[in-house]
């Protein structure tokens, strides 16, 4: 069954530091999002994306946030200079043409910043 | 501004029913849905509702929804060890690409 996947599945930064999140969407899936859940809180939504480009975002999804999808395959999520509270564990989903029928979650990524 | 509430633990014995509760506030929620959660693994979604129905059914899955009331549940037929995890409720608003998720429910099944 095709699934999503995410790497690394742990990741440790120090602050300032710039890191990247990568994620490998279901292959025939036209949308695809970040989300990310701080320890004991709840699963927040990052952005979405479709055709391109950001199709929607949330208030955390500042400027220090970037996604892309380099290739036909790859979803990316940036952060360009880390901070103390985006430790979390990032999750990456995809959806169909039918977007709304559901969204497909990959195992996550933990990011520790220190 | 929209939100997603459930209780946080439900404790059952093996073989008997599990109820999961949800409440959300959102009145333009399209569709619903609940995920599952292993320790250590991704959200998988289990079954999704459209707000215009009021019950589907898959299997040991049973999903009611009261749009009225904004309540959804999630029942568990037989409810086996294998079902212990964490259970997340989420709606998706209409036009939008969010899901607004719940708190979670971590079920237990004691032998």
């Known amino acids: 069954e095709p699934e999503v996947t995410q790497t690394p599945s742990h990741q440790v930064t120090q602050m300032g530091q710039e890191v990247i999140l990568r994620c490998v969407p279901i292959?025939?899936?036209?949308?695809f999002y970040w989300y990310r859940q701080i320890l004991g809180q709840k699963v927040e939504f990052l952005v979405s994306?479709?055709?391109?480009?950001?199709?929607?975002k949330s208030e955390i999804f500042d400027d220090q946030f970037s996604v892309e999808r380099p290739d036909g395959s790859n979803f990316t999520l940036k952060i360009r200079s880390t901070k103390l509270e985006d430790s979390a564990m990032y999750f990456c989903?995809?959806?169909?043409?039918?977007?709304?029928?559901?969204?497909?979650f990959g195992p996550g990524t933990r990011l520790t910043v220190l | 501004g929209e939100d997603v509430e459930q209780s946080l633990f439900l404790s059952v014995r093996e073989g008997d029913s599990s109820v999961i509760n949800c409440t959300y506030t959102?009145?333009?929620?399209?569709?619903l849905y609940w995920y599952k959660q292993e320790p250590g693994a991704g959200l998988q979604l289990l079954t999704y509702?459209?707000?215009?129905?009021d019950m589907k059914q898959d299997q040991r899955l049973t999903v009611l929804l009261n749009k009225k009331d904004k309540h959804l549940s999630l029942r568990i037929a037989d409810t086996q060890t294998g079902d212990s995890a964490i259970y997340f409720c989420?709606?998706?608003?209409?036009?939008?690409?969010?899901?607004?998720f719940g708190s979670g429910t971590r079920l237990l099944v004691r032998p």
């Open positions: 989903a995809s959806s169909g043409q039918g977007r709304n029928l559901g969204q497909f």
């Open positions: 292959s025939n899936h036209l949308y």
């Open positions: 994306f479709y055709n391109n480009e950001i199709s929607e």
């Open positions: 959102d009145s333009s929620s399209t569709y």
């Open positions: 509702i459209f707000s215009n129905m």
């Open positions: 989420a709606e998706i608003g209409d036009s939008s690409y969010k899901l607004i």
